[in-house]
């Protein structure tokens, strides 16, 4: 395996560039980066989102008007698998104070907080405790913790800059100054941060921040900070109860209107169980398997917006959701490893972007819409991309991490990014000698449900946390805050929530009338459909197989 | 000649004249699939809808441990079915599951010792030091290393060791001492970032600063300013240059 020759003599071209490339690094002279004139105009004419007919008007619910991309409009405009007049009110399954739906990194953190405030909590989560995006993410976590260059203030305005200034105000201010604090939580939690010997953290650039300000553990950021909370929450095994593979269908609403509960359904027994809560976190996360436009992700497996879609047909409007993220670096070659992140750090740590001729034609640290943007402009208008082989029509750019090890030593490639440096070894690839190629690839959800910076919604009880909501990040996020975001709001929401069900003396009679009233609403706006909503599981059957299958039956993607 | 079934797994089937097509043997029934999968699309393609044994598809979350043998050879390979591109012939099937023990501690409690090690799990000191974990860690990691580093007492070079874990368990199904591996590596790396590598100084003083509200104002201020005046301070803040030292300091000291 390993690249094929036509890929190793358009190498040769990035070989020839690299030393001057190396020698004006080293000089402290950067490719000049766009202006913020440059940067609208470069995401109007290639961002993914701006494409027409990328976007589709809702015709139902709280935020009806509000255009958001095709497939997740089609989630929206569905019916619930619940039908309001069948369903059994009457025998609960489980009883809990907290209710949290979704096993990440958000999950987990409010589940802990929740148990601190001394509720009984269920983690309902639709894979195993930990299968999230969390435990994906690579590059870092954000926290200005150098007070000699930095603060909460210059992390403000990089947030704003990235989300193009459209950001809630307020909960930016809630993360940047949340974030010290949830490094520390981590440190005492037992995170092994990199450090200096006398403790002092490292600390890296992302793109689009004025100090390095990233905090990690090694490239394996975000799977060490959710074993860790997953670890903690075993620990206290007593007040939390974790249903692994028993997603959240819809939520559960009193006659007052406050949420208390959900209706999960366990994926393999194909039961459905209710659970009666004083009070709900929504913290499923993001929805790259919805593959918008078709494009690859780099999302795990159940990441299908399911949070969002019940979260709103109970009421809670949603804002932001039109903008989806498209991490500028995932791997296309070889097709094994395709749509995988290769984290921002590569880029942090220097490597510059070429394209075919062996030419950087990007600052390798803009925000990644306007990354992202700038290879697909070069891989189109400019027509510099690199051939994908195998691949017809597909093209890619080359992240050069080989300057790393010119840069900081031999060796650093392998010691700083172990996870990626194994998966390229394992495909015949040396990627502290060879580049990678890579192309924009499904990264995360900017927008969501909208909450306050307490984790509060527009409904009683219902509390958001993590990627399913949206507003701090407007409509482009920046490296490293999804991390601090998961586990800042994660944190407050579970808060939030333990108290409100500690307050909470009873909970009135459940039922799904939301959902009767979203049913009529979808009647009356003339739509339709047998699609059924959330989506669950993404579908990658084979449609030869599909049409063998004579006596089977599919209820959306579910088999 | 040594097969690995003895079950007869040759009957013909017609498929199509697809050259691109291998068979593999999933729990011994054979599927053909295209050449170029890895092990977790081939069950998909094979027409098995994933819901055990499949998490990040990336590499990372240790849902699809998977165990493999070729013909021919004795030989027990492992990988994780995201990563693992199929052979033709190979026999596999995934672990999405192995029971393991894991102790149930307070972290604030423990001491930074080996002692705490062998009393929340007795069994380390049973390792006969076989190497099985080691040559079955799809990460290559080396298990055996990190549990005797624990036995000898250096519970951060254990930390260090089984660091890239992904916690997926094959060492655990393969142990002949009944070591849960990966949880006893786990407390190992806790221990370490809570107890053994020094705290992080200017982190409690960046908390303290922030306790005295010395961000609000300047805060409050950016919340509430008008968008160009916004433009402005974001286009004009100093950059931290790419190679700068880590005690580089601003010119403008005002809102640190």
């Known amino acids: 395996m390993g690249y094929t020759p036509e890929l190793m003599d358009l190498i040769k071209r990035v070989e020839k560039t690299r030393p001057e490339r190396v020698a004006r690094k080293k000089a402290g002279q950067e490719f000049p980066a766009l202006t913020l004139d440059e940067r609208k105009e470069r995401l109007e004419k290639y961002h993914p989102d701006y494409r027409a007919g990328a976007l589709r008007e809702l015709r139902v619910g709280p935020s009806k008007g509000y255009d958001v991309a095709q497939e997740f409009a089609d989630q929206f405009e569905a019916r619930s698998r619940v039908d309001p007049d069948k369903i059994d009110l009457t025998e609960i399954h489980y009883e809990t104070d907290v209710l949290v739906i979704g096993g990440g990194g958000a999950g987990t953190a409010a589940a802990l907080l929740a148990q601190e405030q001394g509720c009984r909590v269920i983690i309902a989560t639709k894979l195993r405790h930990g299968d999230a995006n969390t435990m994906m993410a690579e590059g870092g976590i954000q926290a200005a913790t150098k007070g000699w260059k930095d603060s909460p203030y210059y992390h403000y305005l990089d947030v704003l800059g990235g989300g193009h200034f459209e950001n809630d105000p307020n909960l930016v201010k809630t993360m940047v100054t949340e974030a010290p604090k949830v490094i520390g939580w981590l440190e005492r939690l037992g995170c092994m941060f990199n450090k200096w010997p006398d403790g002092k953290m490292f600390t890296l650039h992302g793109a689009g921040t004025c100090r390095k300000r990233m905090h990690y553990a090694g490239d394996m950021t975000g799977a060490e900070i959710m074993r860790t909370l997953r670890d903690e929450c075993r620990n206290r095994i007593k007040d939390i109860g974790v249903l692994e593979f028993s997603p959240a269908v819809e939520l559960l609403v009193d006659e007052k209107g406050v949420c208390s509960g959900a209706v999960l359904y366990n994926l393999e027994t194909e039961e459905y169980f209710l659970v009666k809560a004083k009070a709900v976190v929504m913290a499923t996360g993001g929805s790259g398997r919805l593959h918008m436009q078709g494009f690859m992700t780099t999302n795990h497996y159940g990441a299908t917006g399911d949070g969002v879609i019940i979260g709103y047909r109970m009421g809670v409007g949603v804002r932001f959701l039109h903008a989806t993220q498209y991490h500028p670096t995932g791997a296309v070659f070889p097709e094994q490893a395709e749509g995988l992140l290769i984290t921002e750090k590569v880029r942090g740590a220097g490597a510059n972007l070429v394209n075919s001729d062996g030419n950087q034609f990007v600052f390798e640290r803009e925000p990644r819409d306007i990354e992202s943007s700038s290879i697909i402009r070069e891989c189109t208008k400019i027509g510099k991309g690199v051939p994908v082989p195998g691949q017809a029509g597909k093209f890619g750019v080359w992240l050069d991490s080989p300057m790393i090890d010119l840069l900081e030593g031999p060796g650093t490639v392998e010691r700083e990014f172990p996870a990626k440096f194994i998966l390229y070894k394992r495909y015949g690839i040396d990627i502290g000698k060879l580049p990678m190629l890579i192309y924009p690839t499904l990264h995360y959800q900017n927008g969501g449900l909208a909450y306050e910076s307490d984790g509060s919604t527009t409904v009683a009880g219902f509390f958001v946390a993590g990627e399913v909501g949206g507003g701090v990040h407007g409509a482009n996020r920046l490296m490293g805050n999804s991390l601090l975001d998961i586990t800042v709001f994660g944190r407050l929401a579970g808060r939030t929530a333990g108290k409100f069900a500690k307050e909470r003396t009873e909970v009135g009679k459940i039922g799904v009338e939301h959902v009767r009233r979203y049913h009529r609403e979808l009647e009356e706006a003339g739509i339709e459909t047998d699609r059924v909503s959330p989506m669950v599981l993404p579908d990658y059957g084979n449609p030869e197989v599909k049409k063998r299958q004579w006596t089977t039956t599919y209820v959306g993607t579910v088999r | ?256």
């Not at chain 2, 402005?232 to 403008?252: C, G, I, N, S």
């Open chain 2, 1 to 256: 000649m040594a097969a690995v079934e003895v079950l007869r797994t040759d009957i013909p089937l017609n498929i199509e004249e697809r050259t691109d097509l291998v068979p593999i043997f999933i729990l011994g029934k054979r599927y053909y699939v295209p050449s170029t999968l890895t092990i977790q699309k081939a069950f998909e393609y094979a027409g098995y809808q994933l819901i055990r044994g499949c998490g990040c598809r990336g590499g990372i979350c240790g849902a699809c441990a998977t165990v493999y043998r070729m013909p021919e050879s004795p030989k027990i390979n492992v990988g994780l079915a995201c990563q693992t591109v199929v052979q033709p012939n190979m026999h596999l099937t995934m672990i999405p599951f192995f029971p393991a023990n894991r102790a149930i501690y307070n972290l604030e409690e423990l001491e930074a010792n080996s002692k705490t090690l062998l009393k929340l799990y007795p069994e380390l000191a049973k390792c006969m030091g076989c190497n099985t974990c080691t040559k079955s860690c799809p990460m290559e990691l080396p298990v055996m290393e990190y549990i005797s580093a624990l036995l000898r007492g250096d519970i951060e070079q254990a930390a260090e060791l089984s660091f890239p874990c992904v916690m997926c368990g094959i060492c655990t199904s393969r142990c002949p001492a009944e070591l849960g591996q990966y949880n006893i590596a786990i407390l190992a790396r806790r221990i370490t970032g809570r107890f053994i590598k020094p705290r992080a100084q200017h982190l409690q003083d960046m908390i303290a600063r922030i306790e005295t509200d010395r961000y609000e104002e300047p805060l409050n201020k950016l919340m509430s300013t008008d968008l160009e005046t916004l433009r402005k301070l974001y286009v004009d803040r100093q950059m931290e240059p790419h190679t700068a030292d880590e005690m580089w300091q601003p010119d403008d000291k005002r809102f640190l």
